[in-house]
């Protein structure tokens, strides 16, 4: 099969490297998504990826913490689900570069978009940490900033719903899936995709999103060769 897309940026949730679990790595479940993103790397698709970090913590979750501190402690722990997304990586054969907005040079390479573009040319994929390195935005906002950096054609969303509903499937039976929408649909009715920064960012940038499940990994080949998955943003 070929794959409709030359670049993409896929942003995986911290859960999704919890697997069925609600805290930490799954690393089983970890080495199946990468299995998956080697196979699209095997087809020539230049791939970057930003991943959260709710897994271990998130800065919201900190009550009565200083804000920016609580963002902090959550971009530290994007850099370990980077550190696990590399290792299993490396495992399954895929070249990989993690780089972190926040320096840490003893354990990933500072972000710098040149270097970045230059890993993404020679097949590498490239693990983007720490999210913007600001506080106050999410991690959806750093896939919507750096998918427009390295000149991504889409953000892939993979997250824990097979697509965008009109309320939420797990709590309503009746649920209506959208198999497509466009950005003003999303940030006019409130819909779940990302926060309305990180949709704003894609809109202004024409930047599609396409919304899928991971808890079928393979679903990350079957965006990336034009499969009818998920719902398509744009």
């Known amino acids: 099969m070929e794959p409709i897309y030359k670049r993409i940026l896929l942003k995986l949730s911290g859960e999704a490297m919890a697997g069925k679990g609600k805290f930490g ?22 791939i970057g990826i930003v991943v959260g970090g709710g897994n271990f913590w998130r800065g919201r979750s ?23 997304l590399a290792d299993a990586l490396e495992q399954v054969g895929v070249d990989v570069r993690v ?42 906002t750093a896939a919507s900033l750096r998918a427009a950096e390295i000149e991504a054609e889409i953000v892939f969303k993979a997250t824990n719903v097979d ?7 797990h709590k309503n039976n009746d649920a209506k899936r959208y ?42 080949f079957k965006a990336i060769t034009g499969q009818n998955i998920g719902t398509l943003v744009k």
Do not use: W
């Open 25 to 46: 790595i799954d690393v089983e479940h970890v080495l199946n998504i990468c299995t998956s993103i080697k196979k699209c790397a095997d087809l020539g698709v230049e």
């Open 62 to 84: 900190g009550g009565n913490m200083d804000r920016t501190r609580a963002d902090h402690m959550g971009m530290l722990a994007t850099v370990i689900n980077s550190l696990a």
């Open 99 to 140: 780089q972190t907005a926040i320096s840490m040079q003893q354990i990933a390479e500072p972000y710098i978009r040149n270097r970045a573009m230059r890993h993404l040319q020679k097949g590498r994929v490239v693990v983007f940490g720490c999210g913007t390195g600001n506080p106050f935005f999410s991690t959806d």
């Open 163 to 169: 697509g965008v509903y009109d309320s939420d499937p």
């Open 179 to 220: 198999e497509s929408l466009s950005f003003l649909d999303v940030l006019n009715n409130g819909l779940a995709v990302m926060d309305s920064t990180a949709a704003s960012l894609c809109m202004d940038n024409q930047l599609p999103i396409l919304v899928f499940s991971l808890e079928e990994p393979d679903n990350i």
